[in-house]
Every structure is written in structure tokens, then in C-alpha cells.
């Protein structure tokens, strides 16, 4: 069973490591600094030295496979430069879906017809081949926020903390096979195999993001195998207890239906094996009958590019129907916050705006940078607000197992 998380006001008993929101200090380390080019290309050693010994882990931790910034930024840049007319038109249609929910099957019909899940499909599609350049701008390439492990880590630190910490809670060995869900780019692929020497499968609906995951693997020199794939398609395309381990981050916000989704996973896995979840969610406090909260919300799921609203209990459930064991239910942010990151990450996007208005201005790039990024940066503060307020998170966290028997 993984550590247990200690709580002191436990909503489900039986599940011990439950932490929907921390009881702790609720100030907000408000990054006010913008994050500069060059702190992406840190690797901190002294962070890694002290996430290794607290786990009392020997391994030397190779970040080799992280991108280089620069290169990244500029081939970023460089599609979207290029984007076509039907490609940012389709991007910003694609936010329709954001106003629905896969709970109220009605409106999905009413706005979309019978064949509702092929047009949610469509749009994130639409959604996902631009946004992944987007995020490529900053440090957020991988396509998430992670939880506050360190506060004076960068974005990027904290995503090789939290990523490292989940080869630890699922076990990760050399030679395990691995399923990622929702891969994106494969950046976390490779990091995984580069940290526990696995190999991982991943599958993501976006054929663009599958080949520079492909790319970007094989000139890693990694045997990583990437599946361009629809997860709301079931079954997935793998046999029976293909895999030693799964893990997915922030991808169930795009689920229609989580139930199935863990069952065909508990199919897929041998054994004995681990899942790791961390994703969206709402928590306890928030209430849709609250006009501020409601309002907040309709800002907040657009921008995190969430469909669903799930929750820890109804994730839990999910899981423990499909057959697994809960062994782990918390927020792993410092102080249940993740909101210091957020903001950083909303700042920096904020800055790299104003400098595309003025080019824009200038007519130094075409006009639609700035139809992107004020899309991309629509409501930031909404999200940092909703956080600071512990009325949802990106980064809650399930470890489960499936049964020996």
C-alpha cells in the first residue's frame, strides 16, 4: 500500500491517504517576478539530491532527454507563424465544447446532434494541434501545471519532481512495461524511461503531438512506442495485461466516462500493477448554486480544456467498480495549493502577450498571434482565484491497484 497521508477531517475513512483540501495556512505564495527564458534551462541537481534521498532512492537522476528551451520556443513559434486561416478558426470553434458537460447528455445532443462524442472529438483535435504549440511558448510544453512540490523550484523542476514521484508510487523497474494515457509531445515518456529505464506506450487523439513524441523518442535514443488514439474509443488497442504500470496527468478532464475507462484499463493491466492518476477535479467546498462559484467555474473549464466535472469520490468510485484498490486519495501541493504555479505560469504568458500585441502593432507577425494569445491567456487569474479558494484543483491524486487475485 503506498504512504499513507494523515488528515484530520477524513471525508472518506476508508480510504486513508484522502486529502481533498488542505486544513493548513491558506496564504498564497503570488509569484510577482516574470519567469525569464533562461531559468528554462535549469536542471537543478540540489533538487533532485533532495527528492532522491527523501525517498531514500540511490538512482542518479539523467534529465538529459529535457528539450532545450530555445529550440523548442523557436519551433513553436515557427508553426504557429504558419497556421492557416480553417486552423485558428477551427481552434477558437473549438471551445464550444467548454460550455457543455459530458454529465448533461441533452445538451450535448441539442448542440451537436446524435453523433456528439465524433464532434468532441473534432474540436479537440482542433484544440490540441494548436495548443500544444501554445504552451511550447513557456514551460509549459508538457501540457500541465504540476502540484507545488518545491517553492523555489521552477515550473519545469516541478514536473520532473512530481513525474519522478510517480515512478516511485507505481514502482516503476527497468524493463516495465507502461501505458501513458493522453501522452501529449512524450516529454514525460522519456523522462520516465530515462528515470526508471521502463518502456512506455503512449496514446494521445492528436497525430501531430504523436509524431513529435515519436520524434523527439527515437532521437533520445528510446524504444518508446506512441498510438494515436481517441480514449473515449473503447476498448483501446492493446491485448489483455499488456502492461506492468499506468499513469495519466491531466488527461481525464477529456473523458466521457471514467467508469469504463478504468474498467478497460483494470483489462489492460497484469496483476499486481499500479495506476497513478492526477487530474482535475472539483472539491468539497464548492458549490454550483453559488453564483461566484458557478461563475468562476464557466471561466475555468475552458481554459483548463475541461469537459467533465469529476470529483475525488466519484474518480474513487470509478475506480473501485472497475475492480482496483484505492491505496492513496490526496492533493500533493504544498499547503493544497497550486495556485504560486499557476500564476507564474499566467504572468510569464501575460508578458510574452504584450510583447506579440506590440509585433503585432508593428505588423511584424501576422494577426491571429494575437487572437491566440488572448485566447490562451483568458482568465488565468480565474483559475489562481479558484484554487486560492480550494474550490478545484488540476493536480488531485489517486494511486490504485489491481488485485494479485
Known amino acids: 500500500m503506498a504512504a499513507v497521508v494523515s ?6 475513512p ?7 483540501s488542505s486544513d493548513s495556512s491558506r496564504s498564497s505564495q503570488t509569484s510577482t517576478e516574470k519567469v525569464k527564458l533562461a531559468s528554462q534551462l535549469r536542471t537543478s541537481s540540489s533538487l533532485s539530491k533532495h527528492h532522491r534521498s527523501s525517498h531514500e532512492s540511490n538512482s542518479q537522476v539523467d534529465r538529459s532527454v529535457q528539450p532545450k528551451r530555445w529550440k523548442t520556443i523557436l519551433k513553436a513559434f515557427k508553426h504557429i507563424h504558419n497556421l492557416t486561416p480553417k486552423e485558428v478558426d477551427d481552434f477558437m470553434a473549438s471551445y464550444e465544447i467548454y460550455n457543455l458537460d459530458w454529465a448533461n447528455e441533452d445538451e450535448m445532443v441539442k448542440a451537436f446532434g446524435p453523433n456528439y462524442q465524433e464532434r468532441v472529438g473534432d474540436c479537440l483535435r482542433s484544440y490540441y494541434s494548436v495548443l500544444n504549440h501554445l504552451c511550447s511558448l513557456g514551460d509549459v510544453e508538457k501540457m500541465y501545471i504540476p502540484p507545488l512540490m518545491d517553492k523555489k523550484a521552477s515550473v519545469l523542476d516541478n514536473q520532473l519532481l512530481y513525474e519522478e514521484s510517480i515512478a516511485r508510487d ?11 494515457l493522453g501522452c501529449g509531445r512524450g516529454r514525460v515518456a522519456a523522462h520516465m524511461t530515462s528515470f526508471s529505464g521502463v518502456h512506455v506506450t503512449g496514446l494521445n487523439i492528436d497525430a501531430n503531438q504523436i509524431a513529435q513524441a515519436k520524434d523527439w523518442n527515437e532521437r533520445c535514443g528510446f524504444s518508446n512506442d506512441f498510438v494515436v488514439h481517441d480514449q473515449n474509443n473503447l476498448p483501446l488497442p492493446f491485448p489483455d495485461e499488456s502492461f506492468d504500470a499506468f499513469y495519466e496527468i491531466q488527461a481525464l478532464s477529456l473523458c466521457k466516462d471514467p467508469s469504463a475507462t478504468f474498467k478497460e484499463v483494470y483489462r489492460l493491466l497484469k496483476p499486481g500493477a499500479k495506476f497513478s492518476l492526477l487530474d482535475w477535479v472539483s472539491l468539497p467546498p464548492y458549490n454550483p448554486e453559488d453564483p461566484v462559484h458557478a461563475g468562476l467555474m464557466r471561466r475555468v473549464k475552458p481554459l483548463i480544456g475541461a469537459v ?3 470529483t475525488p469520490v466519484s474518480f474513487e468510485k470509478a475506480l473501485m467498480d472497475a475492480g482496483f484498490t484505492v491505496t492513496r486519495s490526496d492533493n500533493p501541493s504544498i499547503d493544497g495549493l497550486q495556485a504560486p504555479l499557476i500564476d507564474k505560469v499566467d504572468i510569464y504568458f501575460r508578458s ?13 507577425l501576422p494577426p491571429h498571434f494575437k487572437i491566440l494569445m488572448d485566447r490562451l491567456c483568458l482568465d488565468g487569474q480565474a483559475f489562481v482565484q479558484m484554487d486560492n479558494m480550494r474550490l478545484i484543483t488540476t493536480t488531485y491524486r489517486i494511486i490504485a491497484e489491481k488485485p494479485l487475485v
Do not use: F
Open 308 to 310: 467533465g466535472t469529476p
Open 7 to 12: 488528515v484530520s477531517q477524513p471525508i472518506t
Open 352 to 364: 510574452v502577450r504584450r510583447v506579440i500585441h506590440g509585433l503585432v502593432r508593428l505588423h511584424a
Open 14 to 20: 476508508a480510504i486513508p491517504g484522502r486529502n481533498d
Open 170 to 180: 507505481i514502482g516503476l523497474k527497468e524493463g516495465m512495461k507502461v501505458l501513458d
